[in-house]
């Protein structure tokens, strides 16, 4: 037998085939990493970061750490904290909706992942809004008859409450609820925000501030309250005046009564004013109009000061093909305007508007005067009539002249 037929037949010999087969394993073994003697294995759970998230959108998921297991050399394992390992979600371009996209860890140099679970998240992306709502007081029960608050002083008066839309639907308001003991102090509290609701939340509603501050006074003797002074008119101004603005002095009144009477009062009305073809700003002392509930009444005061500024009122009219004249023309030439007429808008107080007419309250012209071509383009003049004639518009502002042949 020739030497190459024996060293094919060593070869291909069953001893020499199992032989190689376990250096390949053995050698595929070692490189994954799974031969190392020097790497460790460890599962840890890592936290979830999303990225790109959209403003006003929060996430929705009952997911919120994802279990990892890790192989790294021992000295390196041993530096790893919570926060080395972060799981990675990319929201670029998500909108509110239900979706499941990939989870991306994001590893420390010489750590190989050997798994992730999950691997998918779902989710759900809420849209969020927010709303300025104010704090209201609520009094405790037990505040002995002749006794009440004086000088509530809430500070903040409105906060913002911040969540999914459709928690926000769900909110009747924002309160503090200072006890009776607090308030026999005297002193500033300081009290946390408490939320009305309708039903349950389903994520996380944000007051901010969550806690408010309180000044308030606990005195004896009638219930008071602090009120705006409501005016009350009959009649309208002129037909050019309309009223601007209804001042009081003072602005706010001062009222004493049983608790249950007072929380039924808004406002305290003036007696009835009479602006009937009123057509100069004024004024007056009125007086203040007495309750219907008898138990209720005025601090110190029944009559306010009402100071009330009226406003001209301006009103438009066109008058469509009004004539144009030339004026300035030598004495043996004839110009010609083209077009002929134009339209005007005047303004004036609606009382004279009514009874204008073009021919006897405007006059509309070009004027000719120095001008040597025979055909030229010149501005349209409008004189009024009266004072209180305003030209707005003149339509068209330019028209063309041109000297006719003798």
């Known amino acids: 037998m020739s030497l190459s037929n024996k060293l094919d037949e060593m070869l291909t010999s069953r001893w020499v085939l199992w032989a190689v087969s376990v250096a390949i394993a053995s050698s595929m073994w070692f490189f994954v990493g799974g031969g190392d003697d020097k790497n460790e294995t460890r599962k840890l759970l890592a936290r979830i970061e999303y990225l790109n998230l959209q403003p006003q959108i929060a996430v929705r998921s009952a997911v919120s750490e ?215 700003s004024q004024t007056v002392v009125i007086p203040l109009r007495a309750f219907a509930d008898r138990e209720v009444s005025t601090v110190n005061v029944s009559s306010v000061r009402l100071s009330i500024h009226l406003e001209p009122i301006v009103a438009q009219k066109l008058f469509s093909n009004v004539e144009l004249s030339v004026d300035g023309a030598a004495a043996q030439t004839r110009w010609r305007a083209e077009p002929r007429t134009v339209d005007v808008t005047v303004e004036a107080p609606p009382s004279i508007i009514e009874t204008l007419d073009s021919e006897s309250h405007m006059r509309a012209f070009v004027d000719v005067s120095g001008i040597f071509l025979r055909r030229a383009v010149l501005p349209v003049w409008v004189t009024p009539a009266s004072d209180n004639l305003k030209v707005v518009k003149v339509e068209p502002a330019t028209v063309t002249v041109s000297a006719l042949e003798e």
């Open 66 to 280: 994802i279990l990892i297991e890790i192989a790294a050399p021992a000295g390196v394992m041993e530096n790893l904290t919570y926060d080395s390992i972060i799981c990675e979600v990319d929201l670029r371009g998500f909108s509110s909706g239900k979706y499941r996209p990939a989870v991306r860890p994001r590893l420390p140099p010489n750590v190989i992942l050997r798994s992730m679970s999950p691997s998918e998240l779902d989710i759900e992306l809420i849209r969020q809004i927010a709303r300025v709502l104010t704090v209201e007081v609520v009094l405790p029960q037990d505040i002995p008859v002749g006794q009440y608050l004086e000088a509530v002083e809430v500070v903040p008066r409105e906060i913002n409450v911040r969540g999914a839309e459709g928690d926000m639907a769900k909110i009747g308001s924002v309160s503090i609820a200072p006890t009776f003991l607090e308030l026999q102090t005297g002193k500033e509290l300081m009290l946390p925000v408490n939320i009305t609701q309708s039903q349950p939340f389903e994520d996380e509603v944000v007051l901010e501030p969550s806690q408010v501050r309180i000044n308030a006074v606990l005195v004896t003797g009638m219930p008071r309250k602090r009120v705006p002074v409501n005016v009350r008119l009959a009649g309208k101004p002129s037909d050019d005046y309309e009223v601007k603005t209804l001042t009081t002095d003072p602005a706010e009144v001062m009222i004493q009564g049983a608790r249950e009477s007072l929380d039924r009062i808004s406002a305290v009305d003036t007696e009835t004013v009479d602006i009937t073809n009123l057509s100069a």
